[in-house]
């Protein structure tokens, strides 16, 4: 078993289809990038917006969420 991985549970990213290098893709890459180029092959992925609108909009819940936290926990440091 390896439960031992940390740091690489909660990155935000996808396997490259071609090579299978992780690419790193924030929350904000997802949302407002139309493409992301993977760091190994060089392989470019295109977003699809028009396909998920609906996830998009969940995302973009999400990241106004995250940053209202964020904001939070800044304001009580
Ligand atoms: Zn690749």
């Not at 997802?30 to 028009?50: D, E, H, K, P, V």
């Amino acid at each position: 078993m390896d439960t031992n991985k940390p740091s690489q549970e909660h990155k935000p990213g996808l396997a490259c289809p071609e090579c299978g290098f992780f690419i790193n893709m924030s929350i904000e890459d997802i949302l407002y990038r139309t493409g992301i180029q993977c760091a190994s092959c060089g392989l470019q992925l295109t977003m699809n917006r028009n396909m998920s609108n609906e996830a998009l909009q969940a995302l973009q819940n999400l990241d106004t969420a995250i940053k209202n936290v964020n904001h939070l926990k800044q304001k009580y440091k």
